[in-house]
């Protein structure tokens, strides 16, 4: 006789049917169930406690052309910028103070010497002037070992890469055919990253035209064979102006989206206890109180917007995006307030390393 809910609720090694199973739940009790067991295990593991990350999204300017993504390079609607090094040290310098303990530095994916120098700079600056206090996370797409190394150098220890679907045709269905955009390479750029040292991340979208439970099941089943130290998934957000939009017709409905996001956090918990977990901006988008409802499904990890209030009107990768115009201090103090009141903590001063990570290097024992 298979095994109840309950029961699939208390391993931690599914297998491909099983996490098909947990994700095919209904609405109501049973989602509620897994989401439940999602808390559970937070609980248990990396505690009721919340890490912040920084955001700075330091340029919207981008070589690719990914199809679902509105700052891609072919959108013409899309006013460009790239933030100077005062604005990155101002939003570093405010994080700093407010105790964050860690800064995301994401922008569109470019290739060239300038780009890699000018963030091997930036590292640096930031490192200065907060005295090594902010641990860093870049997020700047696929780059060849020589960089990933330069920026590791430069006092990078982290590195977020969004494999977006490890369904290699859905992957080339969302992407143009061509050399820039491969899957072979994106695996190869996450084991570089690997190699150089990196805490890794990575990352899938959840309701794509065309994807299945089975597609969401295999991800899963991908972060736990690759021992990926962070995750950061989120809904699938249309966008009028990107190609993807011919397709938005075949989407599941965005509360759907919603839903399956939060089954997936919850999964994630149960079968990589120790690893950091985002709620996604992209949750928040389809929900007001989506990042809570995340954290309270397993993540662990809030990642407040610090891009300068005009800039973030222009980093549009999905519409409607939240908190546009929102001041980072009184985004800061009002998120306080709401993580305490779904009774979690967030923990200041500190780098909230990935515990996978620091186990998985011997760093801590276990
Ligand atoms: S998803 Fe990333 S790499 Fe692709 S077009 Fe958008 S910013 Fe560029």
Redesign the pocket.
């Known amino acids: 006789m298979s095994e109840s809910i309950d029961e699939l609720l208390l391993k931690s090694n599914h297998k491909k049917e099983e996490l098909i199973r947990l994700l095919s739940v209904e609405p109501g009790p049973e989602t509620e169930k897994v989401l439940q067991a999602g808390l559970r295990v937070k609980a248990e593991h990396p505690g009721r406690i919340v890490y912040l990350r920084g955001l700075i999204e330091l340029s919207n300017r981008?070589a690719?052309?990914?199809y679902?993504?509105g700052?891609?390079?072919a959108n013409p609607m899309v006013e460009r910028y790239t933030l100077s090094d005062e604005e990155v040290y101002q939003a570093a310098d405010f994080a700093w103070k407010e105790g964050f303990g860690s800064l995301v530095i994401q922008a569109?994916?470019l290739k060239n010497k300038t780009f890699t120098h000018h963030i091997a700079r930036l590292l640096k600056g930031i490192h200065q002037r907060t005295h090594n206090e902010l641990t860093i996370t870049l997020s700047l797409?696929e780059q060849s070992a020589e960089t990933y190394r330069l920026w590791r150098e430069a006092g990078a220890e982290r590195y977020l890469l969004r494999i977006e679907t490890t369904n290699r045709q859905l992957f080339e269905h969302i992407h143009p055919h061509n050399k820039a955009h491969n899957f072979d390479a994106r695996m190869h750029a996450l084991t570089l990253l690997r190699q150089e040292g990196y805490q890794v991340g990575t990352g899938v979208m959840i309701g794509l035209p065309g994807q299945t439970l089975a597609d969401l099941a295999d991800d899963l089943l991908f972060f736990k064979t690759q021992d990926i130290d962070m995750v950061g998934m989120g809904p699938y957000i249309e966008h009028p102006d990107i190609p993807l939009s011919a397709e938005d017709a075949l989407l599941w409905p965005s509360q759907e989206r919603f839903r399956i996001g939060l089954l997936m956090i919850a999964l994630l918990r149960l079968n990589m206890p120790w690893i950091n977990i985002a709620a996604s901006t992209a949750l928040e988008t389809l929900d007001p109180l989506g990042r809570q409802k995340g954290i309270l499904a397993g993540a662990n990890v809030v990642m407040p917007n610090l891009t300068p209030v005009p800039n973030r009107k222009k980093y549009l990768?999905y519409d409607n995006k939240p908190n546009l115009d929102k001041d980072p201090a009184l985004s800061t103090t009002s998120l306080n307030q709401v993580i305490q009141e779904i009774g979690e903590t967030i923990s200041y001063h500190i780098a909230g390393s990935s515990m996978h990570y620091l186990r998985r290097t011997g760093q801590i024992e276990g």
């Open positions: 981008c690719r052309n990914c679902y993504c700052i891609r390079a569109g994916e797409g990768l």
